[in-house]
């Protein structure tokens, strides 16, 4: 097992996003409707990392991720961005470099 990984997602994971992940060998969590909830599920039970996925309501998940940055018990996760377009990874980016 590598570690714990949150994936983020705002709706249906018909890629299942979730299922590569642990085909390489991750333990996850995954939130698909409310970013609150993930983000007080991240926070009673932090993970290795956190995946945002961007593709459906990006400012949702820049607002997970802002959240995540501006409480002292989230704030050293890494936090990788994915899909979504190019300026809503640059936000997210500049939220958590």
């Not at 705002?10 to 979730?18: L, Y």
């Not at 409707?33 to 956190?50: H, L, M, N, S, T």
């Amino acid at each position: 097992m590598l570690g714990r990984v949150f994936l983020v997602m705002f709706g249906e994971d018909p890629v299942c996003r979730a299922c590569d992940l642990r085909d390489l060998g991750w333990f996850v969590d995954a939130e698909y409707e409310d970013g609150g909830q993930a983000f007080r599920i991240i926070k009673v039970e932090p993970p290795d990392v956190v995946v945002i996925d961007l593709t459906r309501r990006p400012s949702h998940g820049q607002e997970v991720a802002r959240a995540l940055r501006e409480t002292a018990t989230t704030r050293h996760l890494p936090l990788v961005a994915v899909d979504g377009d190019d300026a809503a990874r640059q936000q997210v980016k500049a939220i958590a470099p």
